[in-house]
């Protein structure tokens, strides 16, 4: 039986990140994927992400943001591939968006650069967008596009570079805990001294079986491109990424300029249909189409009010927000790294620097006390 420094189980986001500080600090460490790689089945699959600092409703995200650009250079320099692009984030919402006003807040006391705009202001830089004169416009100048196949691709990459093995097509389909962990595939046994456990949504059915219960839920969210009325409107350069949290019935809006399909902007709810990770295709979408198409007519006079193109993805909602990056809670040398709501890939570097220092048993570089299981101790079955 083969043994490992340490396993990773689930080859996303997360998980190579995970892989990737492992072998480049000299771990004999093996990534295994259900699915043959790349896939487009989980949660980091597609073009393009939205990174920011200002993180104003949980500032110890705003701290973890820092290093968190700085590593994505790294990876950058390391893979020769350009992973981040520059925009500036948008975020807008009436005098008392809590959202909003922790952004501002929150890009102040970090002396993070930003401009605070009014209606007029917001209207001379982004003539193409359309919202109430009442509404404060902030602009996070940090924020911008992080190119995520390339990211995904560069990790792989990169571990495989530092010594690192990858087997995908390989569900794990059995964990026996102990002193050293044991996994089991439909072809294989392997062995090593801690696991890390990054099953994105599909942590919903593996977690149980290990006794533990998250209050976490997945839900299908649809990917829409829209096109522009004239061509090049919302580009890069003249468009940034944008989020309003308030948005439509309480949810949430965001998106991104036209960069991955020529001529179509990505605007999505931050929201979905629950789903099993399974059977995601079965979900009933009309309603968030419906209000996509409401919120488009409303606010980007620019583009036509009709998807051209819908893809899907899952998010897998802790019912705080926040992740679960701990030991478990009987096993110290099973990690998990779970529920990341559907903002994880922006910190994945330093996700996967903490959870690397978690299975080496290692004191984290950051207060883990907002990620803990343990927090969820009146909610969850352990
Ligand atoms: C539409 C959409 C938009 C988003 N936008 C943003 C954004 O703008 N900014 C941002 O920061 N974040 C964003 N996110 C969130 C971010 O993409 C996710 O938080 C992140 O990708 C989660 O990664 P993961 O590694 O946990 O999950 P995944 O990518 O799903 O990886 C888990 C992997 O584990 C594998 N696996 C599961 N079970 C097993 C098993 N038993 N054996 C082996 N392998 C297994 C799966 O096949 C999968 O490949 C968005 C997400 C979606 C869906």
């Known amino acids: 039986m083969d043994m490992y420094d340490v396993i990773v189980v689930g080859a996303g986001i997360e998980g190579s990140s995970t892989a990737y500080h492992l072998a480049k600090h000299g771990r004999k460490t093996l990534l295994l994927e259900q699915f043959p790689l790349p896939h487009s089945r989980g949660s980091s699959h597609g073009q393009s992400r939205i990174t920011r600092k200002a993180y104003g409703e949980m500032e110890h995200f705003t701290v973890m943001m820092k290093e968190a650009y700085n590593l994505w250079e790294t990876l950058e320099k390391e893979s020769g591939r350009t992973i981040f692009k520059k925009t500036g984030m948008l975020t807008m919402g009436s005098a008392d968006d809590k ?83 044991e996994l089991r595939t439909a072809t294989s046994r392997y062995r090593a001294g801690s696991v890390v456990l990054t099953v994105g949504a599909w942590a919903t059915k593996v977690l149980p079986k290990l006794q533990v219960h998250l209050p976490i839920r997945v839900m299908r969210i649809n990917v829409l491109y829209w096109k522009e009325k004239v061509r090049g409107r919302y580009s890069p350069d003249k468009f940034p990424v944008f989020l309003q949290e308030n948005a439509s019935n309480g949810y949430a809006v965001y998106g991104l300029p036209s960069e991955e399909y020529p001529g179509l902007v990505k605007i999505c709810l931050h929201w979905g249909p629950e789903v099993d990770p399974d059977t995601r295709d079965k979900a009933d979408d009309t309603w968030v189409l419906n209000t996509m198409k409401k919120y488009i007519s409303k606010h980007f006079p620019d583009i036509e009010p009709e998807p051209v193109i819908s893809e899907t993805c899952m998010y897998t909602w802790s019912k705080d927000e926040n992740f679960i990056l701990d030991h478990h809670p009987a096993w110290r040398n099973i990690v998990i790294g779970a529920g990341f709501s559907g903002h994880g890939f922006k910190l994945a570097p330093v996700v996967g620097k903490v959870l690397a220092e978690l299975a080496l048993n290692k004191p984290p570089s950051y207060d883990m006390s907002p990620f803990k299981v343990q927090r969820f101790r009146h909610n969850a079955k352990l």
Do not use: W
Request: net charge negative.
């Open 99 to 181: 959202f909003t006003m922790g952004t501002i807040r929150c890009l102040q006391r970090h002396a993070i650069p930003h401009t605070v705009l009014d209606y007029n202001q917001m209207k001379k830089t982004y003539p193409m967008v359309e919202f109430p004169r009442d509404f404060t416009f902030v602009v996070d100048k940090s924020g911008g596009i992080l190119m995520a196949d390339k990211a995904l691709m560069s990790f792989h990459e990169m571990f495989r570079y530092y010594g690192g093995t990858i087997r995908d097509g390989e569900e794990v389909l059995e964990i026996v805990p102990g002193e050293t962990v």
